[in-house]
């Protein structure tokens, strides 16, 4: 079945940097579109980061511009998000999501602290 496995989450001090990585399976990675969204306690869940199937594209929030990464490795079906220069603002839980024509598909969430 299709499955989103998200890892590298934790606590990390302020100016930190953390790496999530999302393992994919059960369907066509190469295909999908993959996001990074993230819900902070009482509020909306929020989209990161966005790549295209091929990797050639990429688009973030204006919040983490300039400090976030999104990349992934087709041949390990992974997702990555590189997160550098945290603030307590990007404290929340970070979901990764799979979009095609065949496929629409979440992970059960990786909890990132932001905090001193």
């Known amino acids: 079945q299709v499955q989103l496995v998200e890892s590298g989450g934790g606590l990390v001090q302020p100016g930190g940097s953390l790496r999530l990585s999302c393992v994919a399976s059960?369907?066509?990675?190469?295909?999908?579109?993959m996001s990074w969204y993230r819900q902070a306690p009482g509020k909306e869940r929020e989209l990161v980061a966005v790549i295209t199937s091929t990797g050639g594209s990429t688009n973030y929030a204006d919040s983490v511009k300039g400090r976030f990464t999104i990349s992934r490795d087709n041949a390990k079906n992974t997702v990555y998000l590189q997160m550098n220069n945290l603030k307590p603002d990007d404290t929340g839980v970070y979901y990764c999501?799979?979009?095609?024509?065949?496929?629409?598909?979440w992970g059960q969430g990786t909890q990132v602290t932001v905090s001193s």
């Open positions: 059960g369907f066509t990675f190469s295909r999908a579109a």
């Open positions: 999501k799979a979009a095609s024509r065949d496929t629409l598909a």
